[in-house]
């Protein structure tokens, strides 16, 4: 069972109401550390599924306080580690459907999607280099190239911030995640059509041709594909190794689009566009309920209810356009 280390400073006389407010958690440690007259600092060390709950109580009495701050810490190693009794314990809580959940806290998401989607020296450089080495692959007909360009995953973190900001309702995140994933595309677009442009590119090999036509598979792969990216996310997971996920639904078929216009074949270069944007779609609407079924949502019932209403509009924009999409392109 992981740990997790929340450290709270805070005014020196608010410290013993930590306890009172969470008298109704559990946490396995409690400290607190006079620090000078005025600060004390508070550390409390709990399971990873009472971070959440724990972060949300703490959050609006914190914002009472003046120069009150809450970081959240990892913790490597405990001990002494549990006895076989408490073992016994966690298996009656595992039977009584109280399992811990699997999931990092929505504050650690959050904060993890929030700070890095946006557009930067190295999402520039990388969505370059990703669309270079991909078309490089795609030109050769070498899957083991293009694998290689979709390990750096430059548009992974976009598009689960578009997903992110549709279930918890978030303005501000849902436009950093629509324009860093506008700007990637265009920047791989353009470079895709530049080497298309230099390079002979043939329509017929096996890497182009199959990503010139869309089937029903292709919606299954794009649907897995964003399930995989938010759950990455959400369980703390290798990134680079489950961005390749969503990088096989959205990399290779935009640079196949910009290779085919690039080199003559506007025509197929259209489909293969159209194969990246149903991509797209399915990518955030399996993003979305994924996100739903990690139980991600804000804390307050004023909050949830506008979430509520954002996921059903996101997903109703995304399903509209997805069976717009699929009549034309399978009537």
């Known amino acids: 069972m992981s740990k997790r280390i929340i450290e709270i400073v805070l005014p020196e006389g608010k410290a013993n109401d930590i ?16 620090m000078n007259e005025q600060k004390a600092n508070v550390r409390i060390l709990l399971s990873n599924g009472e971070v959440e709950a724990v972060l949300d109580i703490l959050e609006p009495f914190l914002e009472t306080l003046p120069d009150s701050t809450a970081v959240l810490l990892d913790v490597a190693a405990a001990i002494p580690r549990k006895s076989s009794a408490n073992n016994i314990d966690d298996a009656e809580d595992i039977e009584e459907g109280k399992k ?25 450089v990388m969505t370059l280099l990703s ?12 899957m083991g190239i293009i694998i290689g360009a979709m390990v750096m995953a430059p548009l992974l973190v976009p598009n689960v911030a578009v997903a992110l900001a549709s279930t918890l309702g978030d303005t501000e995140l849902a436009l950093k995640g629509l324009k ?11 470079t895709s059509i530049i080497i298309g442009l230099i390079f002979p590119v043939d329509p017929t090999s096996t890497a182009i041709a199959a990503r010139t036509h869309i089937q029903v ?27 390749v996920m969503v990088a096989v639904a959205l990399m290779p078929p935009l640079v196949t689009a910009g290779l085919l216009v690039g080199s003559g074949n506007p025509q197929l270069g259209i489909k293969a566009l159209e194969l990246t944007l149903t991509n797209v779609i399915c990518v955030n609407i399996a993003g979305i309920l994924t996100f739903i079924m990690q139980g991600i949502s804000p804390a307050t019932w004023w909050e949830k209810h506008k979430a509520s209403k954002a996921r059903k509009k996101a997903l ?15 009537r």
């Open 19 to 34: 306890v009172e407010l969470l008298y109704e958690r559990e946490f396995e440690g409690f400290w607190q550390i006079p």
């Open 100 to 124: 811990e959940t699997e999931r990092i806290s929505r504050h650690e998401l959050y904060n993890n999607i929030s700070s890095s989607v946006g557009i930067s020296n190295t999402f520039i």
């Open 131 to 142: 669309a270079i080495v991909a078309a490089i692959g795609l030109l050769r007909n070498d």
């Open 180 to 190: 860093a994933t506008g700007v990637g595309f265009t920047l791989a677009i353009i």
């Open 217 to 243: 598979s292709d919606l299954l792969l794009a649907m897995a594909s964003g399930a995989a990216g938010v759950l990455a996310f959400t369980s703390g997971g290798q990134l680079s190794l489950i961005g």
């Open 316 to 330: 109703l924009i995304w399903s509209l356009l997805l069976f717009l999409l699929a009549y034309v392109l399978f």
